[in-house]
């Protein structure tokens, strides 16, 4: 199995289980975010992004801001990575039915030749078709991938229980922040204007005078004394850049091979949102 690193994903709200710590549960007598790592134990390093606690041997930050989504979180994650790891696991830390052999499966995938996957796609569907649709043949058919991750039984992607090239991930991170970045800069724009207008304040120059409402006469401009640039500080109305962003805004330009599970037992990908989940997973277990 090729080096990779491990990055999983435990700062999510829990809304859906009253806040509660969620990745801390137990399945089978095991909290959920230890069952994840132990699957990555040959991962190195071994990241937790979240509140923690992390086990020993498994290093421990936090997205920014704190419940920023997994946008941040990835973020957060990659900048504890050195820029030779070849590969990153990208794991939710709910994920209590995770093996290494699923991840060895992603991993193997990730570096599978195009021409291995053609071949494979011959095998599982009726040629026909397949060439049909190779007449707009995607990306992870005919060149390198920039990751791939499971897809469930209707073919959705499992995001967060997949490979990536870390490479890929940091340029995407930084486009999607440059992106937010200029959005954010107009609405903080407009907001200020809205802001000075709602406070009654006369822009002078680069800084600004207080107009007292209740006087009779107004405040002559020219008799204020401007004050420096940074005296109107932009109100920051989006957060931390990354914050609230989707895995489909981070992901949506990447190559992407999806990976049908056909090993035996439950699927890795099953995710415990809800009390119901979890007891599924212990009765998957037993």
């Excluded at 991840?103 to 049909?132: A, H, K, M, S, T």
């Excluded at 920039?146 to 997949?162: I, S, Y």
């Excluded at 340029?171 to 609405?187: F, I, K, P, S």
């Amino acid at each position: 199995m090729r080096a990779y690193a491990a990055v999983v994903l435990a700062g999510g709200a829990a809304r859906r289980m009253g806040g509660r710590d969620k990745p801390g549960l137990p399945v089978g007598g095991v909290p959920m975010r230890e069952r994840v790592l132990a699957e990555v134990a040959d991962a190195s390093p071994r990241i937790l992004v979240g509140p923690g606690p992390a086990p020993a041997g498994v290093r421990l930050t936090r997205e920014v801001p704190p419940g920023g989504g997994p946008v941040a979180a990835i973020a957060a994650g990659l900048a504890l990575l050195d820029a030779d790891v070849p590969a990153v696991a990208l794991l939710a830390a709910d994920l209590p039915l995770l093996t290494r052999s699923a991840v060895g499966e992603l991993l193997r995938r990730l570096d599978e030749p195009p021409v291995g996957e053609l071949l494979r796609r011959l095998d599982d569907r009726p040629v026909g078709g397949l060439l049909r649709r190779l007449d707009e043949p995607p990306a992870d058919v005919l060149g390198t991938v920039d990751g791939v991750c499971f897809v469930d039984g209707v073919g959705r992607r499992q995001t967060l229980c997949g490979v990536w090239r870390p490479d890929a991930l940091r340029t995407a991170v930084h486009q999607l922040a440059a992106r937010r970045g200029v959005e954010r800069r107009g609405v903080e724009r407009r907001g200020v204007e809205v802001a000075a207008r709602r406070c009654g304040e006369i822009v002078v120059g680069q800084g600004y005078q207080p107009v007292d409402p209740r006087a009779a006469e107004p405040v002559d401009p020219r008799a204020a004394e401007p004050l420096a640039p940074q005296a109107v500080e932009p109100v920051d109305l989006l957060g931390s850049g990354l914050a609230g962003a989707s895995l489909r805004e981070l992901l949506g330009g990447l190559a992407v091979r999806e990976v049908t599970w056909s090993g035996g037992g439950p699927p890795p990908w099953f995710d415990c949102d809800t009390e119901r989940d979890v007891r599924q997973a212990e009765e998957w277990m037993r």
